[in-house]
């Protein structure tokens, strides 16, 4: 049985002021039936960790660097986020895709340095309105897949995050048969590389404008084992609305 996921990625928003959102989100899940995960930036994973001690609420990083420690400006190691408090770290998220031109090759050596470290590595995957009409999503995500994720890669270290670049953050969400279409076909692939045993272990989660009022139907679907959300894991509130959904699917 594969463990449901929460997972809320802050992105570059969040100062200190942030933080009693995380502690009323930690008052209401003090134990949960469900992983729960926030990643806020990096500048409060030390006291985001803090505050979420003795919860159910665990501590991700955004991103992290290949390299263990070196002359790096401005980078973060897996290292350096697990001595943080980090349990995880999302990875080849399509904002720093794009913004920062990671490819599939950055991804993989940046996982190989998360599962090292100990860390799982939440490796997203996700098409373009532009490759979805053009009916390439799957070999776009199956080009994803051999191109990011470790031969190292298991159960235990490794989450993929389907997020579709135009459903995130636009209120847009692809239909359930989308949703669920792609989700089995990135089981099928796991299965085909890793064997059955780690391919079915391995949790895939959703992400693109979740929100309290369509996860549960979300959760439904089949392979999905729980969501990469972003505005709404910024409200204690709203993200609580989501992990009840999931607890109750
Ligand atoms: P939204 O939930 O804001 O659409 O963002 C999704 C996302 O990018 C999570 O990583």
Known sequence: MRRKLAAGNWKMNGTGAALSELEALCKSHPDASVDILICPPAT?????????????????????????????TGDISAEMLLDAGATSVILGHSERRVDHE???????????????????????????????????????????MSGSIPDQATGENLIIAYEPIWAIGTGKVPTLDEIGEVHDFIRARLERR????????????YGGSVKPSN??????????????????????????????????V
Do not use: P
Not at 194 to 205: I, K, M, T
Not at 227 to 247: H, M, N, W
């Open 215 to 248: 996860a549960a139907e979300i959760f439904a679907v089949s392979n999905v084992d729980g969501a990469l959300v972003g505005g709404a894991s910024l409200k204690a509130r709203d993200f609580t609305g989501i992990i009840q959904a999931l607890e109750s």
């Open 44 to 72: 409060l994973l030390s006291r985001a960790a803090d505050t979420v001690r003795g919860s159910a609420v665990t501590i991700g990083g955004q991103d992290c660097h290949a390299a263990s420690a070196g002359a790096h």
């Open 102 to 144: 990671e490819h599939d090759e950055d991804i993989r050596a940046k996982a190989c340095a998360a599962m090292d470290a100990g860390l799982k590595a939440i490796i997203c995957v996700g098409e373009s309105l532009e490759q979805r009409e053009a009916a390439n999503t799957l070999d776009i995500i199956g080009g994803q």
């Open 194 to 205: 890793f064997g059955e045993g780690v391919g079915r272990s391995v949790r895939l989660v």
